[in-house]
């Protein structure tokens, strides 16, 4: 059993900066891919980054690349999203995920573990 909890959220304005944490418990966090997903209200969840187990793969949602960076520490067991120059479309509920493959990196169903979701707000 893995728990994940996010943290970072909050409201911001257009163009800031926010920098959202995922803390893992067990010691198999090393295993698994990890990613981000979100989800606003009334839409379906959205694939945003991804990440391997060694970090040696990255993978981002077109929306995002280029001002949002994963990464990962595998010591600390968790997960990063450096969000830079948000807009308000980026308002949603960010979840972070453990996936025990990378291939199905992006899709929500391969993924095994979620956490209860962080709010991010970006007023305009």
């Known amino acids: 059993q893995v728990q994940l909890v996010e943290s970072g959220g909050g409201l911001v304005q257009a163009g800031d900066s926010l920098r959202l944490s995922c803390a893992t418990s067990?010691?198999?966090?090393?295993?698994?891919?990890m990613g981000w997903f979100r989800q606003a209200p009334g839409k379906e969840r959205e694939f945003v980054a991804g990440i391997s187990r060694s970090s040696m793969n990255t993978a981002y949602a077109a929306s995002v690349k280029g001002r949002f960076t994963i990464s990962r520490d595998n010591v600390k067991n968790t997960v990063y999203l450096q969000m830079n120059s948000l807009k308000p479309e980026d308002t949603s509920i960010y979840y972070c995920?453990?996936?025990?493959?990378?291939?199905?990196?992006?899709?929500?169903?391969?993924?095994?573990?979620w956490g209860q979701g962080t709010q991010v707000t970006v007023s305009s």
């Open positions: 995920g453990a996936a025990t493959g990378w291939l199905r990196i992006v899709d929500e169903r391969g993924y095994d573990y």
């Open positions: 067990g010691r198999t966090f090393s295993s698994y891919a």
